[in-house]
């Protein structure tokens, strides 16, 4: 196995280790942060594949490819963002309350 998968494993590993001993509030927000993240990534990977269909030659691609990332956008809750998605709020554990 690559070098790249082992320390993709090793990660998700890691995460599963924090999630477990941290409170629920913090393992909330870092499974949201994470999931925004992932979100941005996979919005930010279907804006460059639609740039290179309106790009191309052909019209055919743009019949059936742009329908086909619009369902995946729709089937994952993909928001087609030009702008940053908001921040995650995360709480002050600084402050004594």
Known sequence: MGTFFKKLFATSDLLGVLLKVLPADIGAQLVAVAIAKMKELADWLLDRAEEYIAESDTTL???FLIPAIERVR???NIPDN???LPEVPLPDYDDPE
């Open 61 to 63: 691609d743009d019949r």
């Open 74 to 76: 729709d089937a994952f």
């Open 82 to 84: 030009d702008v940053p």
